[in-house]
């Protein structure tokens, strides 16, 4: 069982950096490829960007948000980063991470999530 806790929302000013974390518990974090998902109101939750695990050194983005966001990982720490930087406001959205023993674009392949995190984004 993984357990996934977000922080680092908040409210920023457009043209503004965030930075959100998801601290995994358990043991096995290096094994599980990383996700980070958003959910703006009224629309399906999307993909953000996802980096492999241990075994590999891949990331991947969503073309929204590539050259602007930088996903990271720290295994000794079990925790997964999302850098956002130059941040307008329809990056506004809850932000999840989450967790999947193959990665990749689609919310379905993830088997554990995180409560979410708030990121507002004023004009």
């Known amino acids: 069982q993984v357990q996934l806790v977000e922080s680092g929302g908040g409210l920023v000013q457009a043209g503004g950096p965030l930075r959100l974390a998801c601290a995994s518990s358990g043991r096995t974090f290096s094994s599980y490829s990383m996700g980070w998902f958003r959910q703006a109101p009224g629309k399906e939750r999307e993909f953000v960007a996802w980096?492999?695990?241990?075994?590999?050194?891949?990331?991947y983005y969503a073309d929204s948000v590539k050259g602007r966001f930088t996903i990271s990982r720290d295994n000794a720490k079990n925790t997964v980063y999302l850098q956002m930087n130059s941040l307008k406001p329809e990056d506004t959205a809850v932000y999840y991470c989450?967790?999947?023993?193959?990665?990749?674009?689609?919310?379905?392949?993830?088997?554990?999530w995180g409560q979410g995190t708030q990121v507002t984004v004023s004009s």
């Open positions: 980096i492999t695990d241990l075994r590999g050194a891949g990331e």
């Open positions: 989450a967790a999947s023993t193959t990665g990749g674009r689609t919310t379905g392949l993830y088997d554990y």
